[in-house]
């Protein structure tokens, strides 16, 4: 399914499609969640963009103070107040 971003729709990238770097940061994703986000398969269109994204996600997803529960309550509210599909 294509993510609508201003009008223009960015197809999400499947593991099979992405290259080797980005492959292993799909695998790892699906170790740590059982999914890689779609957020995730957006930006693989660009690599460097991905590894970043993945970094910065790391340690606001891992755990910390804030329960991984209310993490996933915070960005389901804010995906829905927002009008975007989660």
Request: aromatic fraction near 6%; charge should be positive.
């Amino acid at each position: 399914m294509p993510v609508l971003l201003c009008n223009m729709r960015l197809p999400l990238i499947d593991r099979d499609q992405a290259d080797p770097e980005v492959q292993r940061l799909y695998d790892a994703f699906m170790e740590k969640r059982g999914v890689v986000p779609n957020m995730i398969r957006t930006v693989a269109h660009s690599p460097e963009l991905v590894k970043g994204f993945a970094a910065f996600m790391g340690p606001l997803m891992g755990p910390g103070q804030v329960s991984q529960q209310l993490k996933e309550l915070i960005a389901l509210y804010v995906s829905r107040k927002n009008h975007c599909h989660y």
